[in-house]
């Protein structure tokens, strides 16, 4: 594919609910990022693999948010327990380089979940 | 001192205009800072970015302008076009992730 894709697009969870969102990154990116995007703000930073290593997981929010990605490409973010302060666009970026240099991220569509 | 500030929150611009968005920062560390835009719905798509070495990038329409010793950036957008009517995003770049300003909505009028 050309770019970062993400699916599914929506999610709809009722409070409690565990849910998985998936990012497939630019074919080739060695680098992944998770951001989460609240309504009218910019994105946030909740972690980063390099490859299949988790390097930075510092802005996950809670220890319900775990984010995998156990081949080095695509990755899967899994929010348990859903609450209403998770409901946001959860968007993934991949980039080509390790990390160390030039970072151009590129940036999926996003999915929006609510937490109803 | 992670973040980034950004200004303004809204921005009208006439066609043919120049709109101008500005960020500052505080953490000299920060070493990478881009500009993204963002329409409804969508990803934010890259435009144009800047290391701290360089004090000005133009790219077509799109010039970073960056301060180092005020530890400002802005964005200058030429000729400003409504298609040109999204979000706008700084951000700047410590280590590896991304940290972003509030963001910009710019309306260009026809």
């Known amino acids: 594919g050309a770019g970062v894709s993400q699916s599914p697009r929506y999610k709809v969870a009722k409070r409690g609910q565990d849910v998985a969102l998936r990012c497939d990154p630019i074919s080739g990116h060695v680098s992944l990022f998770w951001y989460q995007q609240a309504l009218g703000q910019g994105p946030e930073f909740l972690t980063y693999f390099q490859n299949e290593a988790q390097l930075d997981k510092s802005g996950l929010p809670s220890d319900r948010f775990f984010a995998e990605r156990p081949e080095g490409s695509v990755s899967t973010l899994k929010i348990q327990r859903t609450q209403q302060e998770d409901s946001a666009v959860y968007l993934c970026?991949?980039?080509?380089?390790?990390?160390?240099?030039?970072?151009?991220?590129?940036f999926g569509p996003g999915t929006r979940l609510t937490v109803t | 001192q992670q973040q980034v500030k950004q200004s303004p929150q809204s921005l009208i611009v006439q066609k043919g205009g120049i709109s101008i968005i500005n960020c500052a920062y505080e953490?000299?560390?920060?070493?990478?800072f881009p500009w993204y835009q963002q329409f409804p719905g969508k990803g934010p798509a890259l435009l144009i970015a800047?290391?701290?070495?360089?004090s000005e990038k133009k790219e077509g329409r799109f010039t970073i302008s960056f301060n180092k010793s005020a530890k400002q950036f802005s964005l200058h957008i030429m000729d400003s076009q409504p298609g040109d009517s999204a979000t706008y995003f700084c951000a700047a770049s410590p280590v590896w992730e991304y940290i972003f300003g509030t963001g910009t909505r710019l309306k260009v009028l026809a």
């Open positions: 970026a991949s980039s080509a380089d390790t990390g160390l240099g030039i970072h151009e991220q590129y």
């Open positions: 953490n000299t560390a920060f070493d990478y």
């Open positions: 800047i290391r701290p070495d360089v």
